[in-house]
């Protein structure tokens, strides 16, 4: 009995430990050149109010938003939050950073800049012959 008791001690410390060092590695890998926060790590079930209402204790809010599905309606399980000024988003970053939304432990980073998408292919177009290319199998008829 003595050597779970012992056990327990040892891995409630060392995961503590290990939390922590976590949330500081992560804090500290990248330095906020916007306002714009990325949460990631969302429930399903959060929303945008809860959003706001989790993030709104650290300073003047512009945004927060909670991507969806477009089918479905639901969360995909990230969002986005923007405050008024830099200094406002790195408390928040500190503050909520490895915290509980929901039930779920989120994590808060720097947003990046959306990368443009390449331009679609236009669909191939039937040949004189009757014959449609299919870029993927090969010929179809």
């Known amino acids: 009995m ?8 040892f891995l409630r410390h ?10 500081s590695t992560r804090l500290s890998s990248t330095t906020l050149t916007s306002p ?15 959003l706001t ?7 003047q ?9 477009r089918a479905s309606g639901r969360s995909k399980g990230f969002g986005f939050v923007t405050y008024v000024t830099i200094e406002d988003a790195e408390k928040a970053r500190a503050g909520m950073n490895a915290k509980f939304i929901d039930g779920w432990v989120i994590f808060v980073d720097p947003a990046k800049p959306r990368e443009p998408r390449p331009p679609q292919q236009p669909q ?18």
């Open 14 to 23: 060392s995961s503590s430990v290990l939390a922590s060092h976590f949330t």
């Open 2 to 9: 003595a050597f779970f008791s012992g056990a327990q001690r």
């Open 36 to 50: 714009k926060l990325f949460v990631s790590g969302l429930s399903r079930l959060t929303t945008d109010e809860k």
């Open 61 to 69: 809010l512009v945004e927060a938003k909670v991507i969806t599905d």
């Open 53 to 59: 209402e989790a993030f709104s204790p650290f300073g």
């Open 124 to 141: 191939s177009q039937p040949s004189d012959a009757g014959f449609t290319v299919n870029k993927t199998v090969g010929w179809c008829g």
